[in-house]
């Protein structure tokens, strides 16, 4: 007998190659994994969803932000980065304790829940309180401590030491749901040297690396007057670059920089709405997908975009690629659909982002009867450009129903907001003191 037979539901099983779409089909998991997919089974189940009039796809994956910045969302909106980084966030992220970092990703994994992400990729401090509330919630992630040093030898000893405590402390728990990663900060906060040395030890450590790269045109001029080069041709110079990296942001970057990324197999982390927001620029995506790079979606941290809504993250990276090289055929709904799926799930080294036999149960379902989502032509285009994170039903992770037709079941939803509440009300108290 499985565990969970999901029916009826209009299926988009997003494997590469082999993408089908079954208009009432079923999907079975077991033991955390989907055994079987397909417009009928012989299967029973302990427990039985009806997805008549929803969509059944593979959970979102946000392969980029900051969890425990919930707490920043509509702090010190509408700035310049210089002025809203160094006068307002920085000072605000040094009084961050435990509890606020804890509180702060509750809210995140809730907002996440309910709108349908399955999987994010975070890097930010006191790293232990989110992958507890990881633990807890029963999302899954991909978790880094981002180390900054400045070139400052006791410091990158300290933030090296820390980064590798971490990766042994939570890599593959929580049920395999965790993965730690190296979170070096940017080439522009850490050392050559120190980077190489990250480098050296997430290869050693069999892990992943996570990095801001070539966010702002700030970081551009900064890198070619401190080494004649920019980010892209340096850490291609110290062999910092493999399949193993994921790079975010990748605003400013050359021709011949796509080219290398490319060539290196690196996965770049899209996050259109931040980028617009803080005025940093339009990553050239359609480029780097002719190249062949695996791009994928993120949301960034809460304070740079406000929600971590991946179904507006996958409109707005459309539309936003169309308007730039003015091709309305630019980033079809299906490209940029893969982007939040399955090509997340290769970036982060994950069986997921698809519905197909073997991959983990990460499954939701989009609710397809409401007034913006008919008539009904076509699913992707109605995920891309007319759905929201509100009209996820269900959220599926690792096999275990986490939310099922709009009622959270892994947490008491009230209390995780009100306790973010007041830790953000606290945290800023303290800012002003």
Not at 234 to 259: E, P, R, T
């Amino acid at each position: 007998m499985a565990d969970i037979i999901i029916k009826n539901g209009h299926i988009l099983t997003m494997e590469p190659g082999k993408e089908r779409e079954f208009k009432n089909g079923v999907v079975v998991i077991e033991n955390g994994v989907i055994t079987e997919v397909g417009e009928k089974t012989n299967e029973t189940a302990e427990t039985i969803i009806d997805a008549h009039g929803g969509i059944v796809m593979p959970g979102l994956v946000n392969t980029h932000t900051h969890a425990a910045m919930t707490l920043f969302r509509g702090y010190a909106d509408d700035l310049p980065l210089s002025l809203w980084l160094q006068e307002h966030i920085w000072p605000a992220e040094a009084k961050l304790t435990d509890s606020d970092v804890y509180n702060g990703t509750l809210l995140a994994c809730l907002e996440m829940i309910k709108s349908g992400t399955t999987c994010f990729n975070d890097m930010y401090f006191h790293m232990d309180e989110t992958a507890k509330a990881v633990q807890e919630t029963g999302i899954r992630a991909a978790l880094s401590y981002g180390m900054i040093e400045l070139g400052n030898k006791e410091k990158a000893d300290a933030e090296l030491k820390e980064g590798s405590r971490f990766v042994q402390r939570w890599h593959g728990k929580a049920d395999g749901r965790i993965t730690a990663m190296y979170g070096p900060h940017a080439p522009n906060t850490c050392s050559r040297e120190f980077l190489e040395r990250v480098r050296e030890k997430a290869r050693e450590d069999g892990v992943k690396v996570h990095i801001h790269v070539l966010e702002t045109e700030a970081e551009l001029k900064e890198m070619k007057e401190k080494y004649g080069m920019c980010s892209i041709h340096m850490l291609n110079n110290i062999g910092f670059f493999d399949s193993d990296v994921v790079a975010a942001h990748c605003v400013w970057l050359s021709d011949g920089d796509i080219k290398i990324l490319a060539e290196k197999g690196v996965n770049i982390s899209h996050n259109p709405v931040s980028n617009m927001k803080l005025a940093s620029g339009i990553a050239p995506v359609t480029k780097l997908l002719k190249y062949g790079s695996n791009v994928c979606l993120g949301t960034d941290g809460c304070a740079s975009n406000n929600n971590l809504d991946m179904f507006e993250e996958m409109k707005l990276a459309a539309l936003l690629q169309k308007v730039s090289t003015m091709d309305p055929t630019a980033l079809p709904a299906k490209e940029v659909l893969k982007m939040a799926t399955v090509n997340g799930a290769k970036a982060l080294g994950i069986n997921a982002g698809m519905i197909c036999k073997g991959a983990f149960a990460d499954v939701i379902i989009v609710d397809k009867n409401k007034a913006h989502m008919r008539p009904f032509y076509d699913a992707a285009s109605h995920l891309v450009y007319s759905a929201n994170g509100k009209d996820v039903m269900t959220t599926i992770v690792n096999g275990k129903v986490l939310m099922q037709d709009y009622k959270v079941l892994c947490m008491d939803e009230m209390k995780v907001i009100e306790q973010a509440s007041i830790a953000a009300e606290n945290l800023i108290a303290r800012v002003v003191e």
